[in-house]
């Protein structure tokens, strides 16, 4: 019988599959970029599930009917209301927070540096639904006119509205040009 080494490590090997199978059927979405799979109530509203599972806190609750914009998230690239949104919808979908909006190296979304560089954040509780709206409209209208921005439903109760219009203009320019 050869000796056990007392300091050897097993190579850590994940498995291809998961046997037996979850007992609980799931929602699998992506969030940022990452899967998930929800087995809570298939009714929870998407905004609970980012704030109270995930502990996604940059989405913020916009009225039970989401008429603030505050609670705006990406779903398939569009801008959609977390708190009307059920899980049961999500399966296999893409959610985008505002946190996923930060570039793979960690920097700033040019989105997020114009509102930083327009100074467009007043108390800042409705600038993530302002930022994911505003990567909706720039996804569907590169060259947004302020007829474009003013469709947006966020509401901001500081009166930022004109400067938020010249940072969505400021981050239309800043997209098109090359990053170094």
Partial sequence: ???????SVL????????????????????VNGEHFRHT?????PL?????????LDGTRYAGEHGEGGADLVLVD???HSSITLPMHRLAHRRVTTVEGLVLPDGSLHPLQQAFIDEDAIGCGYC???WLIAA??????????????IDTLPNLCRCGCQTRVRAAIKRAATAMKEPRP
């Avoid at 019988?1 to 300091?7: D, K, L, N, S």
């Avoid at 850590?12 to 699998?28: A, F, K």
């Avoid at 905004?47 to 502990?55: A, F, G, H, I």
């Avoid at 990567?135 to 474009?148: C, F, I």
């Fill in 40 to 44: 809570g109530d298939p009714d929870m």
């Fill in 127 to 129: 600038t993530s639904g």
């Fill in 11 to 30: 190579p850590h090997r994940e498995p291809d599959t998961v046997t037996p199978r979850p007992v609980r059927p799931g929602i699998d979405l992506q």
């Fill in 135 to 148: 990567m909706s409209l720039l996804r569907q209208h590169p060259t947004p006119t302020d007829d474009d």
């Fill in 1 to 7: 019988m050869a000796p056990v080494q007392a300091h």
């Fill in 77 to 79: 690239d569009r801008a």
């Fill in 47 to 55: 905004l609970w599930y980012l704030r109270d599972v995930l502990k």
